[in-house]
Every structure is written in C-alpha cells, then in structure tokens.
C-alpha cells in the first residue's frame, strides 16, 4: 500500500480544478502524470500512472505502460492499460497528458507519442472517476471518450459490454500486450458471450440470455453481490453491465471485477479484507484444458503429471522455452527430430486423448497397414486406431487441443505419433520399467501372502463368499431375498433421504441393521462394486459402519449398522419431546468432528461428505455421534448443474463457493459442520417460522408469518459475547459456560465466507477439546448477504418444500467429489481461528 508522492497530491487539487472550471479556452497542454507520478481518483480507490511488469530491477529491459490498478491493493492489480501494443523504454521521459487535441496521450518522449484517445478533437474536461472509468468530457458535460468504452481484460462494476467492446486478455502474466483469448458478444443476437480464440474459435459460451440469467451460468440466479443488468439483450445495441451492492448496512462495497486471464479462462474476483487477497470463486471454463489452443500444437494438457498445465508430446520440445517457461505455451510443441531424417522411425503411443486441428485420412483395417501408409508419407505426423471399430486413420498437420481421456467418455481413440529417433528416451524408459518391475515383484509377492492369509481365516470362518474382491474386507455380500426376508419385505420405513429409503431390518443373526435402498441407482454394477469398496474401507468410530450390500439385476441396496436412537434432527425441535443434555451435545459436536477429520484427513482418498446436516448424524445407543451418507454422492453420480437448478430457495444453508460451481473442497463441509453446530447449540432448526422461535431477541430476519433465518443473528450474538443468547433455553442454564463458548466461536470460524478462513476439521477437533484457544472471529459477511432484504425474500418465498421435512434440506443431497488431499490455499497473512499459543 503505497502512498502517493507529494506530487500527486497537487495534481489532484490541478485535476479537479481543471474539471471544475472548465479550462475550454486553454489550448495548451496538461501534463496529468510524468515518470514514477501517479494520480488517485477522487475517493482514492484507484491510481494512475506508468508501471512496468519487469521486476528484476534492470530498467534497461523494461517496458511501461500507463495503467490503472487498485490504489489498496498489493501485488498491483490492474485493471486498464493504455498503450498496452506501445510500451515506453525510458520511465523518465515518459508523459501522459491532455494535449491541445483535447486528448488524452501517452508520450515515450517530448515528442513521441506512442498512444492517442480517439474523441474527437475538441476542448475537454478530464475526470478520473472512483469506478476506474478515466472520463473526458466535453465543455456540455456529456461524455467524449471514457476508458470504460475501451476496456483492455477487466470488467468493473459500472462497466457495459457491447458488441464492440471486447475484453482480450494479457499475453501473459506479466505481458499487458494483446493475448489469444477474448470474451464477446456474440453477434447472432441471442444474448450470448462466449470465450473466443483468435476471435475464431469459441471454446465456452453463457449459452443464451433467458431474462434473468444464461443459460450455461444458473448460479447467477443465487442472490449475491452483484446486479446484473442487460439492456436490448436481443439486438445489435445490446449493452450488459452490472454493479455491486454493499455488504452491510454501512454501504461498503467490496472490491470486485472480472477478468479474461492470459491462460484464457473468464474469472471472478472479490477482495476479502480480512485474508487481504483475492477471492477467486468463479471461473469459466472449470477445466483450463477446455481452452482452446493453450497448450500449442502437439502439447498436452494436464496430462504431464506435472506441476505444468501443458508438457509436450514425447519426442517433441517447446517451440520457445523462454515462453514455455512465463507459462505461455501457446506456442507450442515442436519435433526433437524431423521425420524422413533417418531410419529410426517409430509411433509411440499417447492413449486415449482428443484433439482438434488433424487432416485426417481412414483406413479399415489393421494397424499395420495404417503405419506403413503413414510411413510412406513424410508429411504424415501419426495416427489413431479405435479399438472398438479397428478402424484407423492417418493424421496430417498437427495436433492442437491435446487432452487425456477416459475410457468412459469416449476415449476409445488411441493415438500413435510418429517419431524419429526416440531410442534416447526408450533406454531411460527401460530402467524406471526395470525398477519398477522390482519393485511390484516384492509388492506381489507380500500380496500374495496377504491373500493365502485371508482365504484360509475365511475358510476358517466359514464365510461364503462370492466375491473375492471384497474378501479382504469386512462387507458382506447379500442377495436380494435375504433382505426382503430381513426388512420383512421393506415394511418398516426408518426415514427417507435425498439418495434413497432406508428400513429396519433383522438379520438371521438377530442383530438390527437399516438397509437403504438407492432410488436412482446410477452406474454399472462394477462402478458401484468399487464405490462400495471405497466405503467399506473407512472404518472409525464417529462414522456409521458399513456391513454390506446388494446388487442384484436393478437393486441396489446397502446394510448399515442399525442406530437406535436416531438422527440429531429429531432433537432439535423447540416443541417437540426430545431433548439433549449439553453433555450429549458437546459429545456429539466433537464425535462429528472427529469423523468428519477422519474422512477429510485420514482416509486413503479423502472423501467430501457433501450433505452435513443433523439428519444424517445417527446416535448410537449411548449418544455417540456416527456420520452417515459418506461416499454415496460419487454412487449416484449426479453431474452439478442438474443439481444447482434444483438448489433455488436454499441459498443460506450451503457453502458460498458451491454457488460458483467451482471446485468443492472439504471445506464445504466444514461450512455445513457449523450451520449444524449452531442448531446444535441453540437446539433449533436454522430456519423456522418467525412466530415460534425468536425468543432469542430481536432478529433481523423477517416479519411474522415468514421463516426466520437463524444463523445471522446466533453469528453476531456469538462475536458480540452474548451467547446466553443462543443457547438452548431448554437447556434451564445448565451448561458448560466454556464449552457451549468454543462450541460457538468455532460454528461462527466454521461458516467464514472465505474457505481459506475456515479452519480444517482436524483443527475444529483441537479447538472444540480445547487444545487451542478460539478467538473471536470475524462476521461472515456474505451470509448477511446473502439472506438480507430481497434475497431473503427469495428464499422465504420458496423454501416451503424443505423446513419440516427433514431431508435434503441443505439443498443439494448429492454431490461429491473425490479428490486427493484437502486443498489449502496457502495465502499469505490469513487471520487465524486461533492463537498462535497452541498448548498441546
Ligand atoms: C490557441 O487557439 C487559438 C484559436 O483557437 C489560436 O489563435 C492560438 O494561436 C492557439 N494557441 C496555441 C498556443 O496553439
Ligand atoms: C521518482 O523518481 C525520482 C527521480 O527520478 C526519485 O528521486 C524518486 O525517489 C522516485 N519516487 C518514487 C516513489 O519512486
Ligand atoms: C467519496 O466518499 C465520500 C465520503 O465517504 C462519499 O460521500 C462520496 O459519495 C464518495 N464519492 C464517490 C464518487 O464515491
Ligand atoms: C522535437 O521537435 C522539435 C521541432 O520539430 C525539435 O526542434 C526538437 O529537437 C525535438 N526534440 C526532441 C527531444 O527530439
Ligand atoms: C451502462 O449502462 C447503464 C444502463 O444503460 C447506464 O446507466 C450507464 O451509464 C452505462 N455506463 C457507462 C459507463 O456507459
Ligand atoms: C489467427 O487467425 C488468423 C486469421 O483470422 C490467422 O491468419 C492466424 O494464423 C491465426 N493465428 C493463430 C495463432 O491461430
Ligand atoms: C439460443 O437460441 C437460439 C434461437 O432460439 C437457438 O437456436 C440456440 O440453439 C440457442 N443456444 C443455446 C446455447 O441454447
Ligand atoms: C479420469 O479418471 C481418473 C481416474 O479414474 C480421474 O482421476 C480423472 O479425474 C478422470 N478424468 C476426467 C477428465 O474425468
């Protein structure tokens, strides 16, 4: 955070008394910035002036551009760059002023001048506005040129995009000079923006304006920030902009922006105060391998296994590695060796990929043939040959687009390259197989063993098994008719969830279990085979156990343990019988903690639970919390943007990123961990009707007859220490006063806005045991948001479907995503859950 020099502080009291007092008559010029000068604008938001990207100090090799960037912000963040094809060599002589044209120029020196605005001539008043927009104005006051109509790859509030006004990304990071990748307004007149290559070759697209969204961007719908606003969607005068509304009562505004990134992907960015970096939950396309040609002919992308986006192709180099190594890859792959060179000749084989930009040639038939036809021809640069069809096809040209498939989705191309004298990378080959080969003898072997091992305990058993697979664990296999018999042919209905109908059953040896029976069962009876494997695997104690399953012809069906005193849920109603004690409740936030910590943390493939909520927290019969549900969402395997449409009215309950679309981490969970620990603490459901509930206080939620939404008010009661507020009134006071404390503190830590801020599972455990000291945390500002004034409405509206019914109320019942390791942000200065006196 720079201050500005002395210097800049008169050239504001110059520049608002030039815009003030209309300088018309003068037709001199007036210097606005020179050399390392800057200038704020009025409410000092944004600064103007040259900077350069070059960080290595060596102002020879630098090149400056007169730019605007966030006065607050560090790193520098810019958002408009003038000369941004013209770079000025010597920062010293470099100007930028309003000449005697009346516009506004960037000079390289006295008399160079290397950018121009293009109003026409006339006298001109200058304003450098607050929203960024650099404005000059006519002696009429109406606008003659503003920097918003000529945007470089940042899309600010106050900012309307037209047909001619395309954002076009840097070239690279640290490069503001014109990239590939745009994002326009297409012109067929259907509302729509896309992503483009070149300005040829689209690679994403809103899909068309339905009036209050796109199509491809539902989450637009959820009520956040910004409004939107789209004048004359449907004709060539289309204009899209939009602004942000503040996020509490005192009307501050947070920082954001959009921006095309020099990788080509459309991205989203907030300014979060508190982490005092940006917050990126938005980002289109999800997959940065979807843009278009980003990695280059003959580069492949995300494939490498490297820390890389884009590796090159065996048997081939980067066109230009200082590019390949500022990470612009654009340009691509070249060949280590020319064909027709020497008689070296070989394909090599990439897999399954697809890919774009091939002249290509099929034959029917063998892969031989196909090899020798390719080796005929010098300009035949390989092949592909489909496994399923054996038919195979010669490729001429190179290859852009390359991305590694799934068998499943569609990745029964295999593709050969032709290369020339790869017998260097054979050898290196051979010595990884080499030892690899070692190395899986010994692991067969001690496979081996454990195998000889568990048949003979199995048969010492007695256990019939008909899958080996599942022989080393400790699931059973049972057919359909053992459970029609067990459920007394699915009598007893236990509840009712978002994946399916669970039942009490009785097995032979008279021990109860719940059997659920999946409604939808998605996927092939392998897929679910090895799901259920995964599930059966995670054994802990805070986790319900898996006893088995069933899958015959269209059944799927899974037996649990068998928890007689129910899910939380039933405990949480103000009126109703049930209720806990705070020794019951503290055990069972910790218990769910620890199995949660489990999942996240331990397990072989960490595992997002996706639907934390009271319902699918069992009790055992001494109160001890087990987790269920885990796993089930990858079972049924429902793709997102189903599942947002079916998200409206639920806004409140789930983690803010979830409404991005982004990628989900487990820190989604935790976020639903702490709408369930506030529940817990103030044994009431979160949202309720306004007339039973608020005896807490006054809340700032709604008016009678509507739902009361809870978690706002318990959050500021929490920060503000008045937590007897919270609690359970049927509790008569009879708590831990420190407990039902870190019990709070940590809720409020755990449905931060900002997932960075949220603490892990794994930390939520040592904070409840008290292990570490909870400070007070910050208020999550989005949830106020979130469920203020109209968007509130929104939810009051259409939430009927969901309060008593106790399933799925959390909105979406169905989506996990297995990924390896909980990803943490690692920012810079995140402000902490805890004190750094950890005395454990
Ligand atoms: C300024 O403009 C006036 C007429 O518009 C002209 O007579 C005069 O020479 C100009 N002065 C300069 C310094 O260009
Ligand atoms: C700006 O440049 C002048 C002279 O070139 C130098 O003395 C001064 O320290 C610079 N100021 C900043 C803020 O870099
Ligand atoms: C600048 O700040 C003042 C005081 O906070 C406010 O009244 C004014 O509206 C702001 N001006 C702009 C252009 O944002
Ligand atoms: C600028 O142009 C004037 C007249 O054309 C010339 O006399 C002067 O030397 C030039 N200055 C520089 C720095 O090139
Ligand atoms: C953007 O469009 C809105 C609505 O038409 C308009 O009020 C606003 O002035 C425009 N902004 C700019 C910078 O042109
Ligand atoms: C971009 O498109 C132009 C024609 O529109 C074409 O000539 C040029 O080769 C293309 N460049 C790349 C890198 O694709
Ligand atoms: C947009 O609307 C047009 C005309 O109704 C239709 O042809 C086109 O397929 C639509 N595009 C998308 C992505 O829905
Ligand atoms: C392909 O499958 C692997 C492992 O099964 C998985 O990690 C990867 O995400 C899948 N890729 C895509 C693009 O779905």
Redesign the pocket.
């Given at each position: 955070m720079t201050h500005p020099p002395p210097l800049s502080v008169t050239l504001i009291a110059l520049l608002i008394l030039i815009s003030i007092t209309a300088t018309s008559a003068s037709n001199g010029t007036v210097l606005i910035v020179r050399g390392n000068a800057t200038i704020t604008s009025v409410n000092k938001t944004f600064e103007l002036g040259f900077f350069s990207t070059n960080t290595n100090g060596d102002s020879s090799s630098s090149y400056y551009y007169l730019g605007i960037w966030y006065t607050s912000v560090t790193p520098k963040t810019y958002v408009w760059v003038a000369n941004r094809n013209t770079p000025t060599r010597n920062l010293d002589t470099s100007s930028f002023e309003l000449n005697r044209l009346g516009r506004l120029a960037v000079k390289a020196?006295?008399?160079?001048t290397v950018w121009q605005s293009s109003n026409p001539e006339a006298p001109s008043f200058f304003q450098f506005r607050d929203d960024g927009n650099l404005v000059l104005l006519s002696p009429d006051r109406t606008v003659a040129w503003q920097s918003f109509d000529h945007p470089t790859d940042t899309w600010l509030p106050g900012m309307n995009l037209t047909r001619d006004k395309v954002l076009t990304c840097w070239r690279t990071v640290s490069d503001p000079s014109p990239g590939f990748y745009s994002l326009r307004l297409n012109s067929h007149d259907f509302g729509e923006f896309g992503l483009v290559y070149n300005s040829t070759e689209e690679y994403w697209t809103t899909g068309n304006w339905t009036g209050q969204s796109f199509s491809n961007v539902p989450e637009m719908n959820a009520p956040y920030i910004y409004r939107f606003n789209f004048v004359d969607p449907f004709s060539p005068t289309a204009s899209f902009g939009f602004k942000v509304k503040p996020l509490d009562p005192t009307g501050s505004v947070p920082l954001t922006m959009f921006r095309v990134e020099y990788n080509g992907r459309f991205r989203q960015y907030t300014w979060w105060n508190p982490i005092e970096n940006w917050d990126q939950f938005w980002v289109r396309p999800s997959d940065v391998c979807r843009v278009y040609g980003l990695c280059g002919s003959f580069g492949l992308c995300g494939g490498g296994g490297g820390s890389r986006t884009c590796e090159c192709v065996g048997g081939f180099k980067p066109r230009n590695d200082a590019a390949w190594e500022s990470e612009d890859y654009t340009g691509g792959c070249v060949r280590e060796n020319l064909l027709c060179g020497g008689n070296d000749e070989s394909f090599q084989g990439i897999g399954a990929v697809r890919f774009d930009g091939a002249v290509e040639k099929s034959f029917f038939g063998d892969k031989g043939r196909c090899k020798r036809e390719c080796l005929k021809n010098c300009e035949c640069i390989g092949l592909y040959y489909n496994e399923r069809s054996r038919s195979c096809t010669n490729l001429y040209g190179s290859l852009l687009n390359l991305q590694k498939l799934n068998y499943s989705e569609g990745g029964e191309n295999i593709l050969y390259l032709r290369v020339n004298g790869v017998m260097k990378v054979r050898k290196s080959l051979n010595l990884v197989v080499l030892i690899g080969s070692i190395v899986g003898s010994v692991l067969f072997l001690g496979f081996m063993g454990v195998m000889g091992f568990v048949l003979v305990k199995r048969k010492w058993n007695g256990v019939i098994e008909e899958d080996r697979e599942f022989g080393v664990l400790n699931i059973r296999v049972f057919s359909y008719k053992e459970l029609h018999i067990a459920t007394r042919g699915f009598s007893e209905k236990l509840g009712h969830g978002g994946f399916g109908t669970v039942f009490q059953g009785e097995l032979k040896d008279s021990s109860l279990v719940a059997v659920k029976r999946l409604d939808r069962p998605g996927g092939a009876e392998r897929e679910f085979r090895a799901e259920v494997c995964t599930i059966g695997n995670i054994q802990h104690v805070n986790l319900v156990r898996l006893r088995g399953f069933c899958s015959e012809k269209s059944h799927r069906l899974l037996v649990y343990d068998y928890m007689p005193n129910g899910c939380l849920s039933v405990y949480l109603r103000q009126e109703g019988p049930h209720n806990l004690s705070w020794d019951v409740r503290f055990r069972v936030a910790v218990g769910t903690a620890r199995g949660l910590a489990y999942l996240h943390e331990e397990c072989r493939d960490c595992i997002i639970h996706c639907d934390i909520k009271p319902e699918n927290i069992l009790l055992d019969n001494e109160f001890n919390a087990k987790v269920s549900d885990f796993g089930l969402a990858k079972l049924i395997g429902r793709d997102f943007s189903r599942v947002l449409a079916t998200m409206r009215g639920t806004w409140g309950y789930v983690a803010p990123e979830w409404i991005s679309g982004v990628e989900i981490t487990t820190k989604a969970d935790v976020y639903s961990y702490g709408m369930t620990l506030l529940e817990l603490v103030g044994g009431r459901r979160n949202v309720q009707p306004s007339s039973t509930g608020k005896e807490g206080g006054g809340g700032d939620g709604g008016g009678a007859g509507d739902k009361w939404f809870f978690p706002p008010w318990a959050a500021q009661q929490i920060i503000e220490g008045n937590i007897g507020a919270v609690v359970d009134s049927r509790l008569g006071g009879a708590y831990v006063v420190e407990e039902v404390k870190r019990v709070a503190l940590v809720a409020v830590w755990c449905i931060q806005d900002n997932e960075v801020m949220r603490p892990t599972m794994g930390m939520v455990v040592k904070m409840l045991e008290g292990l570490v000291e909870v400070t007070v945390p910050p208020a999550p500002k989005l949830l106020q948001a979130l469920v203020s004034g109209e968007s509130f409405c929104g939810v009051r509206a259409e939430s009927g479907n969901g309060v008593s019914s106790g399933s799925g109320f959390y909105g979406v019942d169905g989506m996990a995503v297995m990924s390896s390791g909980g990803s943490e942000s690692s920012v810079g200065n995140v402000s902490s859950p805890v004190n750094k006196n950890v005395n454990a």
């Open positions: 020196s006295e008399n160079v």
